[in-house]
Nanobody, 126 residues
């Protein structure tokens, strides 16, 4: 089991930046792949970014590619989502998630993730 806690969300003007953090306990991020998802009211949970266990392979949803960057600090057992050039359409609750132990591959499918954080709200004003 792993527990995840997101932080870093807030209100930002369009064009601004935020850095989300996700701290894990119970086991380390280094043991499996991880990802970020977001969900706006009335919408399905949407894939945002993911990173393989090795940290070599990453994937991004097309609308955030070039603006968002996923990274991990294994020593701190923390995953980050750096968000630049934010747009109002980025407004959502953002969730981090990890795959089961030893599952290494990037996945865009939320059903492939075992544990989820509580979410952090990101609001981008126009």
């Amino acid at each position: 089991q792993v527990q995840l806690v997101e932080s870093g969300g807030g209100l930002v003007q369009a064009g601004g930046s935020l850095r989300l953090s996700c701290a894990a306990s119970g086991r380390t991020f280094s043991s499996s792949a991880m990802g970020w998802f977001r969900q706006a009211p009335g919408k399905e949970r949407q894939f945002v970014a993911a990173m393989s266990r090795s940290g070599i392979n990453t994937a991004y949803e097309d609308s955030v590619k070039g603006r968002f960057t996923i990274s991990r600090d294994n020593a701190k057992n923390t995953v980050y989502l750096q968000m630049n050039s934010l747009k109002p359409d980025d407004t959502a609750v953002y969730y981090c998630a990890v795959r089961r132990l030893n599952l290494a591959a990037v996945s865009r499918n939320p059903s492939d993730y075992e544990s989820w954080g509580q979410g952090t709200q990101v609001t981008v004003s126009s």
